[in-house]
């Protein structure tokens, strides 16, 4: 069991290099194909078109599209070409609010996704886009990369484990990472004292993981007072994690966006990649 097929998208290659690169180490270390898709955002206004716009207008905008595209694309192969791994980049132009279709078909039969971390300084508006289109509309696992050292074959693991469907579509998927890690631990923050394992609380988790060949170990801990996805990223820290496993966006984007939740808040202050599924 392995990744074949890793995909990610840029639509530039300096912000959304990051990605790139860890994606490029995931291939090397699984011995997989990359696909990278170059967007470029037709940003015109939708006012332009409601009001009847100049046709010039419309043509620069699509066209500085179309020229962006090319641009990271051109950069892409440059560093792609010194590599040694199986590669293709290809161009895409989409307006902002259709840029999930393109990237949708392209990733949804990818095996794994890579994005950038969208909550950086330097982040542009569509990587919270990209990022949510890989996990909702293809349905992919993806690995979220801060502006951080690539890692191919992460040697110590936590998960982080609250019974959720998501958590378990995370682990099933990140199985091939975890089987060749030193290390894996299964971070629980505060169990409820009534759930179905309550006397054991990950034990069917670590049994499934240990028929896949993954030895691992259970940390049952509180939130002292601290948000859970800071007692995790502590957690983390703490066993020097190269990579945390979890589920994503329990609730609804909506929900998540505008109240906020453990996935944003995870994410915003992420120090290592965190592979995530929905």
């Known amino acids: 069991m392995s990744f074949k097929t890793i995909f990610t998208a840029l639509s530039s290659f300096d912000t959304s ?115 949510e289109t890989m996990m909702f509309d293809a349905g992919c696992p993806t690995v979220v990369t801060p502006d951080v050292d690539p890692v191919g074959r992460p040697e110590r693991i936590v998960i982080g484990w609250n019974e959720s469907a998501e958590a378990l579509r995370a682990v099933r998927a990140a199985v091939p990472l975890m089987q060749s890690a030193k290390e894996v631990h299964i971070a629980i923050i505060d169990p409820p004292e009534h759930a179905p394992d309550r006397s054991d609380p990950g034990g069917a988790l670590a049994v499934m993981l240990a028929r896949h060949g993954i030895s691992c170990d259970i940390q049952v801990m509180t939130r002292s007072g601290a948000k859970v996805s800071e007692r995790l990223r502590r957690h983390a820290t703490e066993t020097g994690a190269q990579m945390l496993v979890m589920g994503a966006y329990g609730h609804s984007r909506f929900r998540e966006a505008v109240l906020g939740g453990a996935t944003r808040e995870m994410l915003e202050h992420a120090q290592t990649p965190v592979f995530m599924a929905h």
Not at 35 to 53: F, K, Q, T, W
Not at 64 to 75: D, F, L, Y
Request: hydrophobic share 45%.
């Open 17 to 131: 290099k990051a990605a790139l690169v860890q994606a490029a180490r995931l291939t090397e270390a699984q011995d997989a194909h990359l696909e990278v898709m170059c967007l470029g955002i037709d940003r015109s206004r939708s006012n332009y078109y409601e009001v009847g716009a100049n046709a010039v207008i419309m043509q620069a905008a699509i066209e500085e599209a179309h020229a962006q595209a090319e641009s990271t694309r051109e950069q892409v192969i440059e560093w792609l070409g010194k590599s040694n791994i199986r590669w293709n980049a290809t161009n895409s132009v989409a307006t902002f609010t259709d840029m999930s279709m393109p990237l949708s078909k392209a990733a949804r039969f990818a095996d794994l996704c890579v994005a950038s971390l969208p909550y950086r300084s330097n982040s542009r508006a569509e990587e919270n886009v990209i990022l």
